[in-house]
């Protein structure tokens, strides 16, 4: 392989990195334009220096090329697990952990030389992450609401289940507070949520009631 072709596998795969990068950059997210950059060009480092070994190295014996590749997919995880933040009840950067881990392949396909499979997978992912736009438009319709359940302290409902229900019905929680309520056997939880229909709202009403040891629930 000459050294000009080696040099544009590695150029290439920085740019790819760049365009969805940049979209991470513009959404303000911490893993931006460099470390994607840098993360597809590690790849395709990774790549080429797999594909030299198991060239370079097999009048030694069978030299499997694939195994610096699955080292990356493993070890990348690594990475994108550090751009997942949670916030509460609620999880950010999944979608940039996931954009990591994409870019890390891209990398790796132009390090092997699959120049049209990493420009079409950029390609896929800029327009995946760019639907974010539709996501936005879909939460500005949302209402904010406090969904208040006061549960009795003995019966041991627990937290995971009335979440469970707000999320089966497409509904947001953003924050949880409590508060006393009467009689000091119960206890009154404080869902800041976001939720799209009125139907939903009775839905979600309906089945938290039915929840073992809850005693009251509404929104205020």
């Known amino acids: ?21 940049l979209e991470r950059e513009i959404h303000g997210c911490a893993a931006g334009l460099r470390t994607h950059i840098l993360v597809s060009i590690g790849s395709a480092l990774f790549m080429i220096s797999s ?19 699955a080292g990356i997919v493993t ?32 990398g790796m396909a132009v390090g092997a030389g699959l120049y049209t499979p990493a420009a079409v997978t950029t390609i896929v992912v800029v327009v995946v992450l760019f639907l974010s736009r539709i996501e936005e438009f879909m939460e500005s319709r949302m209402q904010s609401s406090t969904l208040a359940v006061a549960v009795n ?5 627990g937290l995971d289940e009335v979440k469970s229900i707000i999320e089966v019905y497409g509904g947001r929680i953003k924050k949880i507070s409590s508060e006393e309520a009467s009689g000091g056997k119960s206890r009154r939880f404080l869902f800041d949520v976001l939720v799209y229909y009125s139907a939903h709202r009775r839905d979600i009403l309906s089945d938290i009631a039915s929840l073992p040891g809850v005693e009251e629930v509404e929104f205020r």
Do not use: N
């Open 1 to 21: 392989m000459e050294l000009s072709t080696l040099v544009i596998r590695i150029l290439l795969s920085g740019l790819l990195g760049a365009l969805v990068g």
């Open 51 to 69: 594909i030299f070994m198991s060239i370079g190295y097999s009048h030694l014996g069978q030299v499997d090329p694939s195994r610096i590749a």
């Open 153 to 157: 302290l003995d019966k041991k409902t």
């Open 75 to 106: 070890g990348i995880g690594f990475l994108g697990a550090g751009a997942i933040i949670r916030y509460g009840w609620s999880i950010r950067g999944l979608t940039t952990a996931a954009s990591i881990w994409t870019v890390a392949a891209i």
